[in-house]
């Protein structure tokens, strides 16, 4: 959003010609392209935009800019992008306090080589760990002949980098009758963003609903009403969920924000279904497994839970999540030898420490800490 305003301005205020650029980049092999993700998971843990600028085509980002976008005088905006290190920043962005990194899998798209990667982020107040993925878009530089980036897909924005850039400025163009009003549309979506930021949260929802169709309907403000809308209450969180799901059916790009809003919500048969749509598209993952487990879990189908938390641990047992999962499930069918080495994995590979007292005066836990097993556990952490 930060770059909402400045890109209005900047198109609006030059009519200079521009000699057209072209995205010349060559392809690049299934090594080169698991060899740049796995050079990617060093750089970005923390990421420093200087370190990854080199990584980055940003002439041929900017040439697929100003190819793809139908913005006024997008030429000279994409001039301006040259020998920047916008995309970087864009990127190290995206990657603020992320705790894992990792490639899932290479996937053909036409004549491309995409790389599918994930990132962990875990929230230092809540503990919670948030997943996304990126799509990675590759280039052989012709200058150099190195493998480098120029585009990559976020699953948790919804758009490519290069949309980004100019993206919300492309929904204002195609919704208003005159360029003119793009300043007033954008002060309005900056201070929907505001009142969220501040929790007045029916006000950021009125002032987004006041905007042209196309401008609300539109990813990134789209998602600011979903946050918003969350803070009033379970309907009106549930009304948002479906709005945007109206505008875009069956989307990977918004799996992971509807399935989010469905375990909110309480509705796993939609969490299930939003699961199982970024699953594919992502070409499966233990994490997708271990929330597909929960959501059995929490439907109180035990066996099915059991089930999925199983394929997870086979797919990946040194993901935190997977063994958060299993001891959810093995409380619940009274393996308590299970939950007992599911404490014990989750305090020694993964940190979590456990306090006795609130084990003892935790409902859930009532049957198993009377139980042999968790007397045994609890000499063996001693």
Known sequence: MRLFVVMALALLGCSKRETPLVLAVDPVSEADAKAYAEKLVTLVRPCDDKKLAPFIDQDAMA?????????????????????TSVGAKILCGWMRGIDDYKLMRIKPVGSELHPIMRRLIKDPRSGITVIGYDELQLG??????????YDAFSYVQGQWLTQVLGGNMAALENSLDTIGDIPEMADQVRKARDLLRASHFQEAVQTIDKLPPQIRNYRSVQL????????????????????????????????????????????????????????????????????????????????????????????????????????DVAIMQKKWADAAAAMTALETKFGIKFDEAKLRSSPAMAEFVETPEFKQWLANRK
Not at 63 to 83: C, E, M, R, Y
Not at 237 to 264: C, K, Q, T, W
Not at 271 to 278: E, F, H, Q
């Open 140 to 149: 052989t530089t012709r200058k150099d002949h190195q493998v480098r980036l």
């Open 224 to 327: 600011i009403r979903i946050r918003a809308s969350a803070g009033l209450g379970k309907d009106s969180y549930r009304a948002a969920l479906a709005e945007l799901e109206r505008i875009a059916p069956n989307d990977p790009s918004i799996a992971m924000v509807e399935m989010d809003g469905a375990f909110a919500v309480g509705d796993y048969d939609a969490a299930l279904r939003w699961i199982d749509i970024i699953d594919k598209e992502v070409g499966g993952d233990a994490f997708q497994d271990a929330n597909r487990a929960f959501a059995y879990f929490k439907k109180g189908e035990l066996d099915k839970a059991a089930e999925h938390a199983e394929a997870a641990m086979q797919r990946e047992p040194t993901l935190q999540r997977v063994w958060e999962v299993k001891l």
């Open 63 to 83: 040439a697929k800019f100003a190819t793809t976008s139908k913005l006024p005088n997008v030429q000279h905006s994409a001039h301006q992008l040259i020998g």
